[in-house]
């Protein structure tokens, strides 16, 4: 199972795809360290927010999930770049992932701060300098930025990084209903130029990211998502405020439901396994959106591994060979899960 703790709305940055910082949490009430010793082990915990940096106590969560979790990384803007490194002293084994939406002009365009890409990657820079390893950029595609998210492909390879990639969502989280890919052709042009070159890499792990992708290209079309999404079953979210969610995707004009709230529970295990919770995994088994995110793709993409395993042999081969890798026919694989699930043109 994996986790994701979003421990504040608070965020520096002005994004345009996101306005989780016009909507900050109370610092007061927001999750404590306490609160999280309540939480189970898992394999995978992403620390994420608003901006999880913001938060002067997250080395005492931090400390608290690492005996819970088997691996631990922070999404940052980068922008606290001091405290970053600080953290990355106590913790040795933390993973980083720098949100950086494009070349120095583009991604403070669309941070909405001056200096931002100069501060994200001066905080790459250093963290690989300490010697950290699990480290690497992230970028949300959008309108704006889908040509530059293959320069800063290239920069991570040079420079020995991570680089994950999201595609603009629409969800309570980001506060935001209208992020929606227009220029569709150039964007997806530019997701198939990434696998390609994903593929032409030694690196299994990139070609499992080029089978991500292919995900994103799925998405933006507005296809059935390719694998289920068990999100409230493979993995879950604890909000800035104790509440436990399947997933940070939740639109309130379809659905919105917590299982409750970590505080009021004696422990995880009475909320993960209610009658409450049964009927929250009811809604996720028929959710006709068809959000393709890390956090809910990557474990069905682990569970039901024999599905990527064929398209990456496949379509490997086809790279080695010179061939052209296919985008138009992208599968779907059916593992039981209710058709309506992801089948957004179905309630429109």
């Given at each position: 199972m994996e986790a994701s703790i979003i421990t504040t709305y608070r965020c520096p940055m002005r994004c345009k795809m996101c306005d989780i910082g016009q909507n900050p949490t109370d610092p007061e009430k927001e999750i404590t360290a306490r609160d999280l010793d309540k939480m189970p082990q898992v394999n995978v915990t992403n620390i994420t927010g608003g901006e999880p940096l913001i938060r002067e106590d997250l080395a005492e969560l931090v400390e608290v999930i690492f005996k819970k979790s088997k691996r631990v990384c922070i999404s940052t803007s980068g922008f606290y770049t001091d405290r970053v490194f600080a953290l990355a002293e106590k913790f040795p084994d933390l993973g980083f992932r720098v949100s950086i939406e494009g070349l120095s002009q583009k991604n403070d365009e669309l941070r909405g701060r001056e200096g931002g890409f100069d501060k994200g990657l001066r905080t790459l820079l250093g963290l690989r300098e300490m010697g950290r390893k699990d480290v690497g950029f992230g970028i949300t595609?959008?309108?704006?930025?889908?040509?530059?998210?293959?320069?800063?492909?290239?920069?991570?390879?040079?420079?020995?990084?991570?680089f994950a990639t999201a595609a603009f969502h629409n969800s309570f989280y980001f506060h935001k209903d209208d992020n929606v890919i227009t220029n569709k052709d150039e964007v997806i042009g530019n997701f198939k130029e990434l696998i390609e070159r994903?593929?032409?890499?030694?690196?299994?792990?990139?070609?499992?990211?080029?089978?991500?992708?292919?995900?994103?290209?799925?998405?933006?079309?507005?296809?059935?998502?390719?694998?289920?999404?068990?999100?409230?079953?493979?993995?879950?979210?604890?909000?800035p405020y104790g509440e436990v969610l399947p997933c940070n995707g939740m639109e309130k004009k379809y659905w919105f439901k917590s299982f409750g709230n970590i505080r009021e529970a004696d422990?995880?295990?009475?909320?993960?396994?209610?009658?409450?919770?049964?009927?929250?995994?009811?809604?996720?088994?028929?959710?006709p959106k068809n959000c393709w995110m890390i956090g809910s793709a990557s474990p069905v993409m682990k569970k039901y591994i024999k599905h990527p395993v064929k398209w990456v042999v496949t379509n490997k081969i086809k790279s080695?060979?010179?061939?052209?890798?296919?985008?138009?026919?992208?599968?779907y694989y059916d593992v039981g899960q209710d058709p309506r699930q992801g089948d957004l043109k179905g309630v429109l």
């Open positions: 595609v959008s309108n704006n930025n889908s040509k530059d998210m293959l320069w800063l492909y290239e920069l991570s390879k040079q420079l020995g990084m991570e994903l593929l032409k890499e030694k690196k299994p792990k990139s070609w499992f990211r080029a089978f991500f992708n292919l995900g994103l290209i799925n998405y933006i079309r507005g296809g059935r998502r390719m694998l289920p999404c068990e999100a409230g079953t493979e993995n879950f979210f604890f909000d422990s995880f295990e009475e909320l993960w396994n209610s009658s409450k919770a049964k009927k929250v995994r009811e809604l996720v088994a028929k959710c080695m060979s010179g061939k052209d890798i296919d985008i138009d026919s992208i599968p």
